[in-house]
């Protein structure tokens, strides 16, 4: 059975709640795994997205910061999260579909604007919360998981406008591309977004300071889709739907799709 799971930094989903439900009622993804919610899980709206068939919520979530949630219109369980690096925040959400497949959301920290681990604690925090990934990841390779989310990093030169000035800039830093490939080696995670799309500039996210983001076209990929190899081989069909960035009131971030045979 084919199933298309969506990723989607929303930057608030009460306040682009109408994009959201366009989303869903345009494209139709089976999952969509969205961050930064920045609401508490009561307070998500979750009546409408229920109209279109989404029934099925599972999401952490703190007031005005971080937050995860799962919509899917497929039966799907929870599994425990992680506390990462024991703060307590909600970066982190996961769900189990009826054939056993895991999906975990992950919202990483933007690690602030200075790549300094001893100026900016922010950065400190990313790359520790990156390694813990990176150890977590050496288990969840023995299960069939697709990995999903905002992870804040930018890995490949044509993962961003500019590879030789963004060397300096948080999110494609040497020691973050570092520690982000060792993540991904550690649980053998497939980048199924780039096995798709093996070649050319390819972004998700666009700075709001940009006067005309789609003119200037400064993009980086930051929002990526990986999956364990027997997962990964069944993959298809990946996509990023940049003209979400455009939308009334939209998020800085695209929505990046793929499907899976499962």
Same mark, same amino acid.
């Given at each position: 059975m084919p199933v298309t799971i969506?990723?989607?930094?929303?930057?608030? =989903?009460?306040?682009? #709640?109408?994009i959201v439900l366009k989303l869903l009622e345009e494209e139709g993804p089976d999952v969509l795994c969205l961050q930064e919610t920045k609401s508490p899980v009561d307070k998500i709206p979750t009546e409408n997205f229920a109209a279109l068939g989404y029934e099925t919520l599972i999401a952490r979530g703190e007031k005005g910061y971080n937050g995860v949630a799962i919509l899917s219109r497929l039966p799907m369980t929870e599994v425990p999260h992680v506390d990462w690096c024991g703060k307590g925040d909600a970066r982190h959400v996961s769900a189990k579909l009826?054939?056993?497949?895991?999906?975990?959301?992950?919202?990483?920290? %933007?690690?602030?604007? =200075?790549?300094? =681990? #001893?100026?900016?604690p922010k950065f400190e925090h990313k790359l520790?919360?990156?390694? #813990?990934?990176?150890?977590?990841?050496?288990?969840?390779?023995?299960?069939?998981a697709i990995l999903v989310g905002d992870l804040n990093i930018a890995p490949r030169e044509d993962d961003v406008w500019s590879h030789k000035q963004l060397l300096k800039v948080v999110s494609h830093t040497p020691i973050e591309v570092d520690k982000f490939t060792a993540a991904q080696e550690a649980g053998d995670w497939v980048d199924v977004t780039r096995a798709d799309i093996p070649e050319g500039?390819?972004?998700?996210?666009?700075?709001y300071r940009a006067k005309d983001w789609a003119a200037a076209d400064k993009g980086r990929r930051l929002d990526h889709v990986?999956?364990?190899?027997?997962? %990964?081989?069944?993959?298809?069909?990946?996509? =990023?739907?940049?003209? %979400?960035?455009?939308w009334n009131q939209p998020s800085?971030?695209?929505?990046?799709? %793929?499907?899976?045979?499962?």
């Amino acid at each position: 059975m084919p199933v298309t799971i969506c990723t989607w930094n929303i930057n608030s =989903v009460r306040l682009r #709640e109408p994009i959201v439900l366009k989303l869903l009622e345009e494209e139709g993804p089976d999952v969509l795994c969205l961050q930064e919610t920045k609401s508490p899980v009561d307070k998500i709206p979750t009546e409408n997205f229920a109209a279109l068939g989404y029934e099925t919520l599972i999401a952490r979530g703190e007031k005005g910061y971080n937050g995860v949630a799962i919509l899917s219109r497929l039966p799907m369980t929870e599994v425990p999260h992680v506390d990462w690096c024991g703060k307590g925040d909600a970066r982190h959400v996961s769900a189990k579909l009826a054939n056993g497949v895991e999906i975990h959301n992950f919202y990483i920290p %933007a690690g602030g604007d =200075v790549p300094d =681990v #001893e100026a900016n604690p922010k950065f400190e925090h990313k790359l520790r919360f990156v390694d #813990e990934v990176r150890d977590w990841g050496v288990g969840a390779k023995t299960r069939d998981a697709i990995l999903v989310g905002d992870l804040n990093i930018a890995p490949r030169e044509d993962d961003v406008w500019s590879h030789k000035q963004l060397l300096k800039v948080v999110s494609h830093t040497p020691i973050e591309v570092d520690k982000f490939t060792a993540a991904q080696e550690a649980g053998d995670w497939v980048d199924v977004t780039r096995a798709d799309i093996p070649e050319g500039k390819l972004y998700s996210w666009w700075s709001y300071r940009a006067k005309d983001w789609a003119a200037a076209d400064k993009g980086r990929r930051l929002d990526h889709v990986w999956a364990t190899p027997d997962v %990964a081989k069944r993959a298809s069909g990946s996509r =990023v739907l940049k003209d %979400a960035r455009g939308w009334n009131q939209p998020s800085d971030h695209a929505p990046v799709f %793929a499907t899976f045979d499962l």
